[in-house]
C-alpha cells in the first residue's frame, strides 16, 4: 500500500498549459518479483479552493516490469489503462469551457524504486496518458503527464 504526491501536466488546443498538484493512494501486488500490478487513484486540484477552475481524478491500472527486483535502485517500465474523472470551469479566450464529464485511454511510463529495508520503499515515476474518447469540440488537449512519488509498504 502507498501514498502518492502528484502533479498532472496537461493544457488546451489553443496553446495554454498548467500542472496541477494532487494526492492520491495506490496498492501494488507482485506475484513474481520482476512484475507488479499496481492501482492507483490521485485527486488533482488546481487551487484546493471551492472556487478551483480544475479538479480531475486519474484512476490507473497498471502492469509493471521491474529491471532489479528487490533491489535497492530499481528502474522499471509501466503500461495501462487510465480513467479520469474531470470537472473543469476553465476561463479560456472567448469564453468559459465547462465540463463534468470522464477521459480514458492508454498510459505508459518509467519509474524507480528506493528500497528502504525489507518492508518499505520510495518510488518516482512519470506516465504519458493518450486519451482516446475525447470530444472534437472539447478544447483540452488529449493527453496529460502525471508525475508521481510515493512512500510504500510492504506486507
Known sequence: LGLRGASYLSGFQSGGSYGDSGLGIAARYRPIDAFGVEVQWT??????SQATARIQQPLSVS???FAFPWSRVNP??????????????????????????SL??????????FGLGKSAS?????????????????????????????????F
Open 43 to 48: 485527486y488533482h486540484d488546481a487551487t484546493w
Open 76 to 101: 522499471y517500465v509501466l503500461g495501462g489503462l487510465t480513467f479520469t474523472d474531470r470537472n473543469l470551469n476553465q476561463p479560456l479566450v472567448g469564453g468559459t469551457f465547462q465540463t463534468e464529464d
Open 104 to 113: 480514458w485511454g492508454p498510459h505508459a511510463g518509467v519509474g524507480l524504486e
Open 63 to 65: 502492469g509493471e516490469l
Open 122 to 154: 520510495l518510488n518516482l515515476d512519470a506516465r504519458f496518458i493518450g486519451y482516446v474518447n475525447k470530444g472534437i469540440d472539447d478544447p483540452a488537449r488529449a493527453g496529460a503527464v502525471q508525475a508521481n512519488a510515493g512512500l510504500n509498504f510492504y
